[in-house]
């Protein structure tokens, strides 16, 4: 309102301390860059209002413990090597204050796999400003990414620093040991699989087909707005429609006409048609018809017990040409209930 003046609530840092490159020293604060929307519940009794909270308990009398009474410990087989929190904090490195670069690489060369967690990274007081510019402009200008070590709540973290926008990011970074070897993790990898020239020519020409600009904007979580409509339906007494069964798995057999189809779908056909097509087509050309109203034309003139001998894939091609809603998540069966429909109503 006119005459309100606005507070902004600036973030609180997590972490304060000194990055240092070289002989340079800069006091910066690190705070989070990003934050959760995820609806958070409460847990209760069924069929009560009654919370259900989480205590610590002793498991040997069952009674409850204050927070202040446990230790951390590790069990070493015949006892357990009891840690104070003091402890952990006298044997962090820099004493948890110095995030150290250590060296500058390419940031192309890590893999992404690695990356964990952002921040971001700021001076910490106005007459640090300067060199926080000069580490900022020179890392942008090089498109070079500082790597270092730092603790943070008694845990040591390699971190990747890099110039992003106007800002020094941070990303946190796996150790090397926690990155799982594929190979050891993955079943049934596809190793040597016989693919041929067509499926290849085919396939990235689907990928060509669907590619787009990058836009953050244009995404978001939709399993996050159904929970809270969820909830809000709840309140109101009404219900939710559930959400479309996942499409299934394209079967081996019907791959090269699924990659046909979803080219034409993504728009990205060459224009050149199959014998069985072209034909469909000529008989429709007089007129000047399009190539979807030839396929629509094709349609009516099937039945459903034709449409039954048919791939999931070419009914998946024919409802393209059709426009049927919902296509995507329909089973083989649902498609040829939608097309034999199509069919009757344009007859």
């Known amino acids: 309102m006119e005459g309100e003046r606005v507070v902004v609530t600036m973030a609180r840092p997590v972490w304060s301390g000194a990055l240092s490159f070289g002989l340079v020293s800069l006091p910066v604060q690190l705070y989070s860059a990003t934050e959760s929307h995820t609806v958070h519940f409460h847990q209760l009794q069924r069929g009560t209002s009654d919370r259900v909270r ?36 006298d044997i962090a490195p820099g004493r948890s204050k110095s995030l150290e670069i250590s060296g500058f690489v390419d940031l192309d060369d890590v893999d992404p796999i690695f990356f964990d967690k952002t921040y971001y990274l700021g001076p910490r007081g106005k007459e640090y400003e300067k060199v926080y510019a000069l580490l900022h402009r020179a890392m942008a ?44 993790e993955v079943a049934d990898l596809p190793g040597k699989a016989e693919v041929s020239d067509r499926e290849m020519k085919t396939a990235v020409q689907l990928v060509e087909a669907m590619s787009i600009e990058w836009d953050p904007e244009e995404y978001h979580d939709t399993y996050q707005e159904q929970t809270r409509k969820l909830i809000e339906a709840k309140l109101s ?34 224009g050149k ?57 329909m089973t083989r069966e649902e498609l040829v209930k939608a097309l034999s429909g199509a069919t009757a109503r344009a007859g």
């Open 273 to 329: 048609q199959s014998g069985k097509q072209s034909g469909s087509r000529s008989g429709a050309r007089g007129g000047g018809k399009s190539h979807k109203r030839g396929r629509a034309a094709s349609d009516r003139r099937s039945t459903a017990e034709d449409l039954g001998k048919l791939t999931k894939a070419e009914l998946y091609e024919r409802a393209t040409a059709a426009e049927i809603h919902g296509r995507s998540s």
């Open 141 to 184: 200008q090089s498109n070079k990414a500082g790597i270092a070590t730092f603790v943070m709540r008694n845990r040591q973290y390699l971190v990747a620093v890099k110039a992003e926008g106007d800002i020094l990011a941070l990303h946190t970074l796996h150790w090397a040991d926690e990155v799982r070897d594929p190979r050891r």
């Open 54 to 89: 989480n205590r610590r308990v002793n498991e040997r009398t069952g009674e409850e413990v204050p927070l202040d009474d446990i230790v951390k410990g590790v069990d070493a087989g015949d006892e357990y090597v009891l840690v104070e929190p003091r402890e952990l904090d």
């Open 237 to 270: 007494g009404e219900t939710v429609e559930k959400a479309e069964a996942p499409p299934e798995s394209t079967n081996v057999i019907d791959l090269m006409s699924a990659l046909r189809a979803s080219v034409d779908s993504a728009g990205g056909g060459s």
